[in-house]
């Protein structure tokens, strides 16, 4: 099955439909069933000791499931989540993008479910590692 939506496209819907998703984030590309975004940290983003703070490797993680279940079932703004877990790893690595790769393992009727690795840039350890659950909005 392939993406009803490019990268192009997905960047559009979410200045225009999802705005809150602040400067720092980018789609990097989409393909049947997985996406790549990133996330630039800035100060905001950092904790006491210039790690990463939690919830921004959650929202990460968030957006790239979100990103990837648009890309599959198209503009629907109303795909929420519906359960989320994560794991952190190790502290990323200090002036890198974070990369999350995303993989969706189910597309239901309902249900999205998808799993998320994200790295420092350049990195191959895994910095998290996430799970989460989508539900899609019933069709009008």
Known sequence: ???????????????MDFPQVHDGFSV???GPMRARVRLSPGHG?????????????FTLADLG???AALAMIGPKAL???TNASIDFMRKPAPGLDLVA????????RV???GDVHMRSEGQEQVVARASLTYSIPPKD
């Open 28 to 30: 990097d590309e989409v």
């Open 65 to 67: 499931v979100y990103v």
């Open 111 to 113: 249900l999205i479910v």
């Open 79 to 81: 795909t929420v989540t």
């Open 1 to 15: 099955m392939q993406p009803k939506m490019s990268v192009e496209e997905i960047r559009s819907f979410l200045e």
């Open 101 to 108: 790769e995303v993989d969706l393992l189910k597309l239901g």
């Open 45 to 57: 983003e950092l904790r006491p000791g210039g790690t990463v703070s939690g919830p921004t490797l």
